[in-house]
């Protein structure tokens, strides 16, 4: 009798039922789907923003006023800039307006969030009138906030001096020019945070504070304890916004004060802007708008690291 061979007692793998997709086809086929479903937004990122990405780059390496031919100067414009007291201060600028825009912010819109959470009466009008300002242009409330802010008639100073205070020369003076922007600015976003916040109280459970005030926590020891670990998600995604759209500060610069006076409200975007459409220099405005990119990337980045140890998902 002839013994078996290995090839005989080995177990022979399944073969595919007819008409069953094979494991590669299915992959592709997966695939091909996946991309159909992303084209109708991959195309427009790819044409709007990825493709003038990469243009601005090239154009950094190169000197060039918008209408004569290209001439290549490799990382010059990026030396240049490094070196140049004009972009130290709009970086700087740029800074202080992120430390004053962003604690008045945040802190204001959850203020607001937790005040429209309760049960009060007219808060879904309220809610209404506090998301308005977030809709309404920069030109629009620039002008408000300029006559607001009118050192000799505004509204502001008279109050004030009916208070026995001399107002400020608010964005006439370069002391005071940022923190008018920052206040305009504020007033603004509030809105937006507050709405973003909100959403996340909605999702923290009443039964918790409930718990917490049989513990016999009062108002601040809850919203310590229980409010604040519990809405860390959303305000990580309010900084990370917040921060992402203060660096890139720029329409209600133009609008109230122009960069001025004698430069004290520059900010990055805005020397970008003027590098670009008054001084010819597309080049250089490419570099300096690739040195931003390089530094909201970088301080993403920090904070997507960081958030490991004081975001808290349930």
């Known amino acids: ?120 009466p007219g808060r879904n009008l309220l809610r209404g009138v506090y998301f308005l300002p977030v809709v309404t242009s920069w030109i629009v409330v620039a002008i408000v906030w300029r006559w607001l802010l009118n050192p000799s008639n505004g509204v502001v100073n008279h109050v004030l001096g009916l208070l026995g205070l001399d107002g400020p020369g608010w964005w006439t003076d370069p002391t005071w020019a940022m923190p008018s922007i920052i206040l305009a600015s504020a007033w603004k976003d509030l809105g937006f945070v507050m709405i973003i916040l909100l959403a996340g109280l909605q999702l923290i459970p009443e039964e918790l504070y409930e718990a917490a005030t049989l513990d016999g926590a009062g108002w601040w020891r809850r919203h310590v304890s229980v409010t604040l670990p519990l809405l860390s998600p959303t305000t990580f995604f309010v900084l990370v916004i917040s921060l992402i759209n203060g660096f890139q500060v720029f329409d209600q610069v133009y609008a109230m004060t122009g960069g001025g006076p004698a430069g004290a409200s520059t900010v990055v975007v805005q020397q970008i802007y003027d590098l670009t459409f008054r001084y010819g220099s597309a080049g250089m405005a490419s570099a300096l708008s690739w040195l931003l990119f390089a530094l909201v990337m970088l301080v993403t980045l920090v904070q997507i690291r960081g958030q490991r140890r004081w975001v808290h998902y349930a």
Request: a positive charge.
């Open 1 to 120: 009798m002839a013994t078996p061979t290995l090839t005989r007692l080995r177990p022979q793998a399944p073969s595919p039922a007819a008409g069953a997709p094979r494991p590669r086809a299915r992959r592709v086929r997966y695939a091909l789907t996946v991309v159909a479903f992303l084209l109708p937004s991959a195309v427009p990122l790819a044409l709007f923003t990825v493709y003038p990405m990469i243009g601005a780059l090239w154009t950094s390496l190169h000197e060039w006023n918008l209408l004569s031919d290209m001439r290549w100067v490799g990382l010059g414009n990026y030396a240049e800039l490094l070196q140049d007291p004009e972009t130290h201060r709009a970086f700087g600028n740029t800074l202080y307006y992120i430390a004053g825009y962003l604690p008045i912010v945040y802190v204001g819109g959850l203020f607001l969030a937790l005040a429209l959470n309760a049960a009060i």
